[in-house]
């Protein structure tokens, strides 16, 4: 249950590509792209959500401007409770959720993680060829 709303949504938009974000929901394909952070600024507003957020939405990244938002259910568990996705193609939509949300993904993340890790590595070794040298 959990994947045929997103695999539904992707055969009827083959040439777009869509963020995911679904709680519970640990989708990563080339079409489908699973998100695990969200945040929003609006004036002097701030929020951010971690995957944990119970959202079920489906936004473009790529194609057609395409807006899904959903009550379903997708955890394994719950398939038999009824819910529903609606979609709507509207670029007015689209470009209000592109302007006002940021969304990284899982690969984003984990490629953003990696070069803040290799960012630390560089630093811990000059630091310790200063004290290597301040002993000399």
């Not at 869509?18 to 989708?27: E, H, M, N, R």
């Not at 945040?39 to 959202?55: G, L, M, N, P, R």
């Not at 038999?80 to 007015?92: A, I, K, T, V, W």
């Amino acid at each position: 249950m959990q994947n045929q709303v997103w695999d539904q949504l992707v055969r009827k938009y083959p040439d777009n590509v869509f963020y995911a974000i679904s709680w519970q929901c640990d989708i990563n394909t080339e079409k489908l792209q699973a998100v695990v952070h969200t945040k929003t600024v609006f004036d002097k507003y701030e929020q951010e959500w971690k995957k944990s957020d119970h959202a079920k939405l489906a936004i473009v990244k790529e194609g057609k401007a395409i807006v899904c938002v959903s009550d379903l259910n997708l955890a394994v568990t719950q398939a038999d409770r009824p819910g529903g996705l609606l979609c709507h193609e509207n670029e007015g939509w689209q470009t209000a959720f592109s302007q006002t949300f940021t969304y990284t993904t899982k690969e984003e993340k984990e490629k953003k993680d990696a070069e803040e890790n290799e960012k630390e590595d560089v630093e811990e070794k000059e630091k310790n060829k200063t004290k290597t040298k301040s002993l000399k």
